[in-house]
């Protein structure tokens, strides 16, 4: 089945200013996404897929307003209705702070992906509305919806890496541990930049601690994607690469690679002129991107160890570091360091389970993994 994910952006505006904001090197403008757009890149999708994802994203996507998205959410059904080998999946990303009864019904109702950005027991550093945004996902879990919370972690934090990890399970919240990355408005808090070995360490330790945590109850994303680099190096890209497997629909119609703040270099067209996906990848800004992916690819497969993890990495970060021609920066040196003591790690884990030794003081999330992985049941390339 052919798939693609677009993210559809309603609006660059946000009812927050976080302190690490990326996203603020686009501004905050308050325009909105005309909903036929939207439609007009479902229509256009449908051509040459048959699984869509749609990723609601910003800016600050509730802004948009419930009415646009179900608007947008029912069109699917009907292109659905009449097209059974046509399927969407949706998913948002919230800052959470608008979230009421209604908003949770929707989202139940189109059985819509939820991620939260919340960083948990250290919300207050990056973050403001700590409170507000804590209840709302205490309702959703009250309510019965499932949804997944983005942790960013910064030098003032990483060091209590595991009292938010546990933090985490005792609230019920499945998670995902990020970096903070320097761009944006990060960049005017150095003090936050994180130390590439105290984000290593720490993290390793935890993931330790994960392992055997036998009254874990979370699902803990960064770990469980870890745990699948055992001896074959498991992809944890989108598709392997997310070239020609992504794009983007901002709110002024313009089309971009991806979802991720991209030069205007990278502009791909505009909805109003656009007629198949497969034309935007056609177009030079496109070729310009695959170009420089297939470099660093080519560089990366010849002195890195973990080539088969990330594929090369996500091209918008290095431009947004400054070296998209070069494969050292910061994202890259923190994820070789990391996968390093994670390999050592997991060659002692799974040697364990191959043995069948103290199987029973594992955590059983990560057992389930391991087995997985022993019964071929991932997707491995090198």
Not at 54 to 78: A, D, K, M
Not at 164 to 171: H, L
Not at 367 to 376: C, D, N, Q, V
Request: aromatic share 10%; hydrophobic share 35%.
């Amino acid at each position: 089945m052919k798939r693609i994910s677009i993210t559809i952006k309603p609006t660059n505006d946000c009812n927050m200013r976080c302190k690490h904001c990326y996203h603020a090197e686009e501004g905050f403008d308050s325009e909105m996404l005309n909903p036929a757009y939207a439609k007009k890149m479902i229509d256009i999708a449908v051509k040459e897929y048959e699984e869509i994802h749609i990723v609601f994203h910003g800016g600050e996507p509730t802004l948009w307003g419930l009415n646009n998205l179900v608007n947008v959410l029912e069109y699917e059904r009907s292109i659905e209705a009449t097209n059974p080998n046509i399927k969407f999946k949706n998913i948002i990303q919230t800052n959470g702070v608008l979230l009421n009864d209604e908003w949770i019904n929707v989202f139940k109702e189109y059985s819509i992906v939820v991620g939260i950005s919340y960083d948990g027991p250290h919300n207050d550093d990056l973050r403001a509305n700590s409170e507000v945004v804590y209840d709302n996902m205490l309702r959703m879990k009250e309510m019965g919806l499932s949804f997944g919370v983005l942790c960013v972690e910064s030098a003032k934090s990483i060091n209590n890496l595991e009292a938010t990890y546990e933090w985490f399970n005792k609230e019920g919240f499945s998670f995902k541990v990020l970096a903070l990355f320097m761009s944006g408005t990060a960049l005017e808090h150095q003090e936050f930049e994180i130390n590439i070995d105290e984000y290593v360490d720490n993290l390793a330790k935890v993931y330790r601690l994960w392992l055997y945590d036998k009254n874990c109850h979370i699902s803990m994303r960064t770990f469980e994607d870890l745990l699948k680099v055992s001896d074959k190096l498991y992809c944890i890209q989108y598709g392997g690469s997310c070239i020609h497997n992504r794009i983007c629909l901002n709110p002024n119609g313009d089309i971009y690679p991806c979802g991720r703040p991209y030069t205007d270099d990278f502009i791909l067209g505009n909805i109003k002129d656009l007629e198949l996906i497969s034309d935007a990848f056609k177009t030079p800004a496109y070729k310009n991107l695959v170009d420089i992916s297939a470099e660093r690819a080519k560089q990366c497969r010849e002195k890195c160890d973990y080539f088969g993890v990330c594929k090369g990495g996500c091209v918008s970060s290095a431009i947004l570091e400054g070296s998209f021609d070069k494969i050292n920066n910061t994202t890259c040196v923190r994820a070789k360091k990391l996968l390093a003591k994670i390999t050592k790690i997991n060659n002692e884990i799974y040697a364990l389970y191959d043995e069948g030794k103290h199987l029973e003081e594992f955590n059983p999330i990560a057992l389930k993994i391991m087995k997985k992985i022993r019964t071929g049941k991932y997707n491995f390339t090198k």
